[in-house]
């Protein structure tokens, strides 16, 4: 077939163009050959030439050819829109699926209470047609995880939050920053703790740790081997003795960094009050000693109540908001004392666990270490607060109240056990 195409004459500016792009590491491969076409053929190489040079076939060169003609150096480099394969998955299909990812299994009589790519990839299969959707009757499970990554939409994990149950949280919050601020202002600027003015105030913050499980080894543990890839680390027995659990009550004076722990077995009112207890006969007569902690019933029973009235003006009590354990700072010694001994430790019974966690604590307190609170107190101004009236607000006026001393919790009901057929027989 003979060349039939007329003469190319490219302008400066368009030949610079070409040779710029050419330039480029970044240019397609397409728009490469395309420019390499459009410059040999202005200099007048023929069709065949050019295919030759570039091994391309000779009708990939007239076309490049024919749509320069037809609509100048854009139109030869760049393809028309709508060109190439049509998208099988339409938009409806995918917002149906998507919409399908945001219904749990359960709201179409599924045991699961999520979706996983499989059981997702079946219940779409099944439902495409039915609803509309024919092309999805046997669309992938890559495919459906495509469309919900593009989406953002992840169906198969779980994120937890903490609702704000509390409609006080933030005038709650704020009270306990307030009682932060004034212990910050008992150190001076190298931290050393200034002397009281007035009556003294001792500041805790005290939490309790429930169901800290006694477990023990079937076997003792080997110790590792140097110079070994398996015995690298200590090894043992998978298997274990329970012993049963204990709950450990502590506090830390934010003033001293002082550490005060009370291990039972119980975590009831009446070891809440063993715990105030001690720390009446800890602090000098006359101190008031302030409490920082959660609204845990403990804290407020009768029990705890009837402690308090006979300890008029010696305590105060502080309470966290709702879901607010986040600011007790005892909730981080906590941490620390997992971290560092709890985890993964092993006895031969409760009372060595006790004794153990005792231990923890007299290391910690031969060097204490004060606990400060440093998130938001700047925006906290003591001169503008009524330190009396806030803490007023946020003890329980209920368990201090000297009027109702005397009401008693409703008594249980109580069930006789049911007789066995055995007993009855």
Same mark, same amino acid.
């Given at each position: ?31 490469? $050959? ?30 490049? +050819? ?6 100048? =150096? ?13 998208? %099988? ?34 219940? $779409? ?11 999805? %009757? ?7 995880? &495509?469309? +919900? ?29 307030? =009682? ?13 703790? +200034? ?12 939490? %309790? ?15 590792? =081997?140097?110079?070994?890839? &398996? ?14 659990? =204990? ?155 000297? %009027? ?22």
């Amino acid at each position: 077939m003979p060349n039939t195409v007329k003469v190319l004459k490219l302008t400066t500016d368009e030949k610079n163009s070409l040779e710029c792009l050419l330039r480029c590491p970044t240019t397609e491969a397409r728009k490469y $050959i395309r420019a390499k076409i459009l410059l040999l053929k202005s200099d007048s190489y023929t069709n065949e030439a050019i295919a030759d040079k570039l091994d391309i076939t000779v009708p990939t060169v007239r076309l490049c +050819l024919q749509k320069y003609f037809a609509g100048g =150096i854009d139109n030869a480099l760049n393809d028309c829109k709508g060109k190439g394969r049509k998208q %099988e998955i339409s938009d409806d299909d995918i917002t149906w699926v998507v919409n399908k990812a945001c219904q749990k299994p359960l709201d179409y009589g599924f045991s699961a209470e999520f979706w996983y790519p499989a059981s997702f990839t079946r219940f $779409i299969q099944s439902i495409a047609v039915k609803e509309g959707h024919p092309r999805l %009757e046997h669309v992938s499970e890559f495919s459906l995880r &495509k469309i +919900l990554a593009n989406a953002k939409i992840r169906p198969f994990k779980v994120t937890y939050y903490c609702e704000k149950r509390d409609p006080d949280f933030d005038s709650k919050m704020h009270n306990v920053l307030v =009682i932060y601020k004034q212990v910050s202002l008992q150190f001076d600027k190298d931290g050393n703790l +200034l002397p009281f003015e007035g009556t003294p105030v001792h500041t805790l913050s005290y939490d %309790e740790k429930p169901g800290i499980q006694a477990i023990g080894s079937t076997t003792p543990d080997l110790p590792p =081997i140097s110079n070994t890839e &398996k015995g690298s680390s200590y090894m043992r027995d998978y298997e274990y003795i329970r012993y049963g659990t =204990i709950s450990l009550l502590a506090a830390i004076d934010l003033l001293t960094g002082e550490a005060i722990p009370l291990v039972s077995d119980t975590h009831k009112s009446s070891d809440f009050v063993e715990f105030l207890t001690r720390l009446d006969a800890k602090y000098p007569e006359g101190d008031k000693i302030r409490l920082i902690l959660d609204n845990h019933s403990a804290h407020t029973s009768q029990e705890t109540q009837r402690y308090l009235n006979n300890h008029l003006g010696r305590f105060e009590f502080v309470f966290t908001p709702t879901h607010g354990f986040w600011l007790n700072l005892v909730e981080g010694f906590f941490s620390k004392l997992t971290k560092q001994m709890l985890q993964g430790i092993r006895v031969a019974s409760k009372e060595e666990l006790s004794e153990r966690i005792y231990k923890y604590f007299d290391e910690i307190n031969q060097i204490p270490i004060p606990y400060h609170w440093s998130y938001n107190l700047d925006s906290i101004d003591l001169a503008t607060e009524d330190i009396d009236q806030i803490v007023y607000k946020v003890v329980n006026a209920k368990a201090a109240s000297e %009027e109702l001393s005397c009401k008693r919790a409703p008594k249980p009901i109580k069930r006789s056990p049911k007789k066995s057929a055995k007993t009855e027989n």
